[in-house]
């Protein structure tokens, strides 16, 4: 099975500043299919980011999705204060369908 | 409204079974594959098992397989997952998770229920 790795675990910044999320693959994702989830506090996660790059439905353009291969990151240009929360990845292009451990966005 | 919401969970000793049941309204539910996803207390997510939108084709991890069962009743808009020999390392919140669609491309989460907690303890 795919193996997706997140970087940072944890990732401290203050409100404006930008986000970079990293997320390799340990071999590579078929056709690019890799998404992002954003999970806050007691919640369900909801997706952001489907084919590596594509924006869900009512997702702010300050977040971005870029990468193929086997390396793909999820960029957060200005951080609001709603966007300190949990990020996966998750590839669907291979079965099992893996997720990442997380990256923990934190207010610094 | 557009939602899924899971029920069944609880406490339950090692080697018991348990149910959970996934109630589906606001869409076609007979359109779509469905999926549960599971997540241990302050871990992250795990894929648990996968059935298309006939119920033909069924797929699972290979964490709860021979162990878990899947099942769907598009008559009754529900997702079943039978959970037989449960362990403690599948305590977890469990979440009912609906494909986008059905091509390839689609295969991503689109929707996602609360979830239902799982504890399994003596």
């Known amino acids: 099975e795919i193996v997706l790795t997140q970087s940072p675990g944890t990732l401290s910044l203050s409100p404006g500043e930008r986000a970079t999320l990293s997320c390799r693959a340990s071999?590579?994702?078929?056709?690019?299919?890799l998404a992002w989830y954003q999970q806050k506090p007691g919640q369900a996660p909801s997706l952001l980011i489907y084919g590596a790059s594509s924006r869900a439905t009512g997702i702010p353009d300050r977040f971005s999705g870029s990468g193929s291969g086997t390396d793909f990151t999820l960029s957060i240009s200005r951080l609001e204060p709603e966007d300190f929360a949990v990020y996966f990845c998750q590839q669907y292009g291979d079965s099992p369908r893996t997720f990442g451990q997380g990256t923990k966005l934190e207010i610094k | 409204e557009v939602q899924l919401v899971e029920s069944g969970g609880g406490l339950v000793q090692p080697g018991r079974s348990l149910s959970l049941s996934c109630a589906v309204s606001?869409?076609?539910?007979?359109?779509?594959?469905m999926h549960w996803v599971r997540q241990a207390p302050g871990k992250g997510l795990e894929w648990v098992s996968a059935i298309t939108w006939n119920g033909n084709n069924i797929a699972y991890g290979d964490s709860v397989k021979g162990r878990f069962t899947i099942s769907r009743d598009n008559a009754k808009n529900a997702l079943y997952l039978h959970m037989n020999s449960l362990k403690s390392e599948d305590t977890a919140l469990y979440y009912c998770?609906?494909?986008?669609?059905?091509?390839?491309?689609?295969?991503?989460?689109?929707?996602w229920g609360r979830g239902t907690l799982v504890t399994v303890s003596s």
């Open positions: 071999q590579s994702v078929s056709s690019n299919y």
């Open positions: 606001g869409f076609r539910f007979d359109d779509y594959d």
């Open positions: 998770v609906k494909r986008k669609g059905g091509y390839d491309s689609d295969g991503y989460f689109d929707l």
